[in-house]
Each structure stands twice: as structure tokens, then as C-alpha cells.
């Protein structure tokens, strides 16, 4: 762990670590105050300050995990799938209804989401009731920042659920019914607005993992962007804007290397504009490597516990950064040539000509440590799945043969995105990334290119991405090749179903997916939710 990691993480993860998350409704907002926490005996000196700040931080614990709101972003989208093998991952069907976007209102996902996204919100809600009865200006200036905090909470819930409630007041207990997505939209850009010049704006080891003014500005920036899907008003100029206020600042940059702002020690990024730090010992939950890898590549990475073997990439998306004159097609695809693989983390050390944000795969023939193929010991679970293409050695093609009900097992490239330890444990140390400096770079030429299809800044913002992954620059934008561009650069980062419904993509058919209603377009409110909060409305579409 690097230096500037260390400084603010250690505060944060280790005073921080007693928070609870809690599962209740998101309207019964009965968290447990603590009698020994209050102003007479806390919150005296900076490490007390920190101590209680990090417990708002800690709750973005769960973005790594499996069944949470990175799930539900991505396994609905058209880059992740999960398919039954065999005895594997149906899970009840869920899984299933994600993908074909036929999701019933008692899935498991959603509630587990919902409850990730309203404990950060009781989280910050109660911290800042207690730093407002301070009255000093240090706890003026850390309750700017919750409610930062707490508007990202606000951000993703409109994102998925639409019409949410708005609760802000830590002392109310009564049941809260929905606002409408408008209302908690204007919320969101209200609130950010009231304290983003109260936010820090260095970048630096006291601010690392935190909400900065910066970060603020990427939030409104992506706010903007989605405001038309939103409230039905469209905001490019606006959007436009901040993200130009963080391009202005000077404060970040592409970095040289695609695949360095996801590695192992990945704080050093100057990328990355807002990230969770995980640490595999100290703050642990990023569970990539379980929820991807197959069973047999334990051994490829000397891992101490066995993967799961359940996400894979959609074919035609893994399609999408090759080059079609290339891609020889279903019986000959390309892959990364893992033999020049030295370091053993899946990704290849010479990417020659192709797309340099391959290494997003871990994809072709797997290898142990030693040089030699590594083999699928076999079949599990009551049932087989349908027998690999390609027998005992383990190979991820980029092909999977069909969704439910015998997958192959070692159908589909797997996520590759942040750099696997070698030798690693079921958890991550690499930090998670929110909010990065080449989405502001795309976000901005989207918004100018709305405004204007011709603008040459949008064009020569998003051929600076294509010229750091190392392909040829477009001579024009189109809605096509600006979706998928954003797809290629924005892989398993949250992005790609609000990129969908944004370019009115998502009703469309894929792999497996048949085309679907704008009722999809929305996450259901939890079953669970409604049974214990009569006041709670349903979405439009789904069944009351």
C-alpha cells in the first residue's frame, strides 16, 4: 500500500470500522444512536473528527460485493451475463430475469441495492445530526462534506429506482412515501450546489477516498448528463460545464497506461477522481476475483480460496474492441496471447495492434504459474453443464453457448479490469474507482456533441481516449460509435445501463435478451420495501 494510501486510509478504515449497516426499511429510520457518542465526549480532536467521518465512508463498502447495486447496473446491461451451469448460478431464476430484463418485484437484487443505498443514507443522515450539534467550524466543514456524500447516495437511487423517498431529517421515524425522481433531482443539485465550495479542492493524501470539490463537479457533471431520462429536461450545457470545471482545475490527467489506474496499488492514479480504498486486510469485500474466475483458476493465481466461476462478458461486447478484419467470427476469435503473459495476471505484455483496454479480459488459454495448461477438474452439481468446446484445458472463449440451462463452464472472457494479486485471497486491495478522469473527458464531448454533432472538441476529446488505447482516431462522432466508444473505455464501471437508456439502447435485443418494455427502464421498489411501508408507491409497468 503506497504512502498516500496509508495516510488518510488508515483513519478512515480502522477508526472507521464500527459501522453497522443496517437492513431495515429504508422509512423506518430507527439506527441505533450511540449514548457514549455525543458532543459533551466525542468529536474533540482531529483523529475523533476522522474516526466519525469514516463511518460515512465505510458504507461504500458493499460496491465491490456480489447482489448489490453494481450487480444490478451491469448484469442487466449488455456487457455481463451469468449463465446456468448446470448446478451453477440459477440461483431461483434470478439471474436469468436480469438478464432478459423480466425481473419480477421480489428479486433479491433489488432489495439488497436498495437497502446498500439507503444505509449510506441513514449513515450520513444520523453523522450529520451529530456534527450539526457541534457548531464549530471544523463540523461545518465536515457536514458540507456528508452531504456530498449523501446526495451520491440520492444520485444512484434516482439512477436505479426513480421515484424514491426523500428523507434527510435523522430524527423523523414516522413512514415516508415516495418523492418523484424530479423532486429528488433537484435535491441532488441542490445540495451539492449549497456546499461544493465548502469541499476541499487539493488532491492530495488528505483528501484521497474523500469527496473533493472535484468529485462534487463529477457527480453534477453525470447528473446533468442523465437529466433528460431524469426529469425530462435536458442539461448538456450544464453538464458540459462541470466537467469542464474539473478539466480547467489541472488537477488530473490520462494516465499513460490504461490498465494502471486499476492495478493492485492503484492510489498513485492521477486518473481517478473518487475511489473506495479496499484493503484485502483492513477494509475487505471487493470479491472480483471469486465472482468471475473459474474454479481451476485457483491455480493460475495461487489464490488461498477457490473462484466461483459465475461473470463472463457478452460476446458481442468483447467483440466490439476488435477489430472486425481481425476477428474471423463464433469459430476463430481473437485473443490475447497469453504466452507473453510474464507477471501471470491475465493480461497480455504485448497487446500488439489491438485495443490496449483488452487487458479489461482475462480471455484464451490459462496458465499455472509453472508454464503449465491449466485443467477444468471436471463437472459439479446435480446436474452437467454442456461439455467446453474446448475439453479439459481451461480456455475462455468469448462465446457462450446459451444462457440456462448448461452453460459451458468456461464460456465467456471474464473480468479483467483490475489487476488480480498473485497469490491473492478472496478480497481486493486495489481501490475501487467511482468516478474517473476520462469519463468527465467523454462526458463533456457527449454534452457538446448533443449540442452540436459537428463540435471539433467533442471529437478531439474522445480521440484522446482512443490514443491512449492505442487505435485509430474517429473523423467523426455518430450516436453509434460514441456509445460504444464509452462502453469500450467504461467497462464493469456503473456506466454502461444509464449509457443504454440514455441512447435509447436498452429496449433493445442481445445475447439471450429479447427486446423490452420502457418499464425495464426502471428498478421495481422492493416487494420487500412496500410489505413493511404501505406508503410506498410501485414504478409504472410492475404488478402492485
Known amino acids: 500500500m503506497t504512502i498516500m494510501k496509508k495516510t488518510l486510509f488508515k483513519k478512515i478504515a480502522m477508526l472507521g470500522l464500527g459501522l453497522t449497516f443496517f437492513t ?7 439506527e441505533e444512536l450511540f ?20 463511518q460515512a465512508y465505510r458504507a461504500f463498502a458493499g460496491l465491490g460485493n456480489h447482489s448489490n447495486l453494481w450487480s444490478v447496473q451491469e448484469i442487466t446491461s449488455d456487457e455481463l451475463v451469468i449463465t446456468t451451469k448446470g448446478g451453477d448460478w440459477f440461483d431461483g431464476g434470478v439471474l436469468i430475469q436480469l438478464h432478459e430484463h423480466s425481473w419480477a418485484v421480489d428479486n433479491g437484487f433489488f432489495n439488497n ?26 463540523a461545518d466543514a465536515f457536514v458540507a462534506e456528508l452531504r456530498a456524500i449523501r446526495a451520491l447516495w440520492y444520485y444512484w437511487l434516482i439512477d436505479s429506482f426513480g421515484n424514491v423517498p426523500l428523507v434527510i431529517d435523522f430524527t423523523e421515524t414516522a413512514p415516508v412515501g415516495n418523492s418523484t425522481r424530479a423532486q429528488v433531482y433537484a435535491f441532488v443539485e441542490s445540495e451539492l450546489k ?13 483528501t484521497y477516498g474523500r469527496i473533493t470539490k472535484w468529485a462534487a463537479h463529477a457527480i453534477l457533471a453525470k447528473l446533468y448528463l442523465n ?20 478539466i480547467a482545475s489541472g488537477k488530473y490527467n490520462l494516465e499513460p497506461v490504461y490498465k494502471d489506474n486499476f492495478a493492485i496499488n492503484n492510489s498513485g492514479s492521477r486518473e481517478n477522481i473518487f475511489v473506495y480504498p479496499y484493503d484485502k486486510v483492513f477494509a475487505d469485500g471487493f470479491n472480483w476475483p471469486m465472482m468471475t474466475l473459474h474454479y481451476a483458476s485457483q491455480g493460475v ?13 457478452v460476446e458481442e461486447f468483447y467483440n466490439s474492441y476488435v477489430d472486425p478484419a481481425q476477428n474471423p467470427g463464433p469459430q476463430g476469435p481473437v485473443w490475447l496471447d497469453l504466452t507473453t503473459d510474464a507477471n501471470n495476471d491475465g493480461i497480455s505484455d504485448d497487446l500488439g495492434t489491438q485495443d490496449a483496454r483488452l487487458s479489461n479480459f482475462v480471455v484464451g488459454p490459462q496458465f499455472n504459474p509453472d508454464g ?22 481451461l480456455t475462455f472463449t468469448p462465446q457462450n453457448n446459451e444462457l440456462f440451462p448448461n452453460g459451458w463452464r468456461q464460456g465467456g472472457a471474464r473480468i479483467g479490469k483490475y489487476q488480480y494479486e498473485i497469490g491473492g485471497t478472496n478480497n481486493m486491495s486495489n481501490d475501487f474507482v467511482v468516478f474517473r478522469y476520462a469519463d468527465i473527458l467523454l462526458t463533456r464531448a457527449e454534452a457538446l456533441w448533443r449540442q452540436n454533432p459537428a463540435s471539433a472538441e467533442a471529437l478531439t476529446l474522445v480521440n484522446q481516449i482512443r490514443s491512449r488505447a492505442g487505435v485509430d482516431p474517429y473523423g467523426s ?15 464493469a464501471e456503473m456506466t454502461r445501463r444509464q449509457d443504454l437508456i440514455r441512447f435509447d439502447r436498452w429496449d433493445d435485443a442481445w445475447w439471450e435478451k429479447p427486446t423490452s418494455t420502457a418499464t425495464y427502464k426502471l428498478f421495481p421498489i422492493p416487494k420487500a420495501q412496500r410489505d413493511v411501508n404501505s406508503l410506498l408507491q410501485q414504478n409504472p409497468g410492475y404488478p402492485n
Request: aromatic share 12%.
Open 24 to 30: 431495515q426499511s429504508c422509512t423506518n429510520l430507527d
Open 35 to 54: 449514548s457514549d457518542v455525543t458532543a459533551d465526549n466525542f468529536f474533540k480532536t482531529d483523529e475523533e473528527f476522522i474516526a466519525a467521518l469514516g
Open 113 to 138: 441495492t436498495w437497502q446498500f443505498l439507503y444505509g449510506g443514507v441513514n449513515t450520513s443522515n444520523r453523522l450529520i445530526f451529530q456534527f450539526e450539534q457541534l457548531g464549530t467550524p471544523e
Open 194 to 206: 449549497a456546499v461544493i465550495n465548502d469541499l476541499p479542492e487539493n488532491v492530495d493524501a488528505s
Open 227 to 246: 437529466a433528460q431520462v431524469y426529469t425530462g429536461t435536458a442539461k448538456w450545457a450544464e453538464a458540459a460545464a462541470e466537467a469542464q470545471a474539473i
Open 301 to 313: 493465481y495461487k489464490l488461498t480460496q477457490q473462484p466461483w466461476n459465475g461473470y463472463a462478458v
Open 372 to 393: 503449465t495448461r491449466a485443467t477444468d477438474p471436471g463437472f459439479e452439481g446435480p446436474t452437467t453443464a454442456a461439455p467446453d468446446p474446448d475439453g479439459a484445458p
Open 477 to 491: 462522432l455518430t450516436a453509434d460509435n460514441l456509445l460504444a466508444e464509452r462502453g469500450r473505455e467504461m467497462f
